[in-house]
Nanobody
């Protein structure tokens, strides 16, 4: 079992920044993939960014150049630095941990960007 706890969400004006954190605990193994997803009201959950344990990253086109995903394997913690935030970035942000064949989710943290 893996437990994921997100923090760092909040209310920010457009153009502002937030940093999300995801602390993982439990049975953590190398070779995992962690990621951030978000879900806006009335919309499906969508991928924001992923990072593998070796450090390779992927980003949704909508956040490239504005968001940076990183991780500290020693602390079992993942981060999402969000800059130049837009109202369309508003949603609940979820932390995700994958190690085949298992997938775990955090409870989510709300990010609200006002215009």
């Amino acid at each position: 079992q893996v437990q994921l706890v997100e923090s760092g969400g909040g209310l920010v004006q457009a153009g502002g920044s937030l940093r999300l954190s995801c602390a993982a605990s439990g049975s953590i193994f190398s070779g995992n993939v962690m990621g951030w997803y978000r879900q806006a009201p009335g919309r499906q959950r969508e991928l924001v960014a992923t990072i593998v344990s070796g450090g390779s990253t992927t980003y949704a086109d909508s956040v490239k150049g504005r968001f940076t995903i990183s991780r500290d394997n020693a602390k079992n913690t993942m981060y999402l630095q969000m800059n130049s935030l837009k109202p369309e970035d508003t949603g609940v942000y979820f932390c995700n941990y994958k190690i085949i064949p298992f997938v775990y989710w955090g409870q989510g943290t709300q990010v609200t960007v006002s215009s």
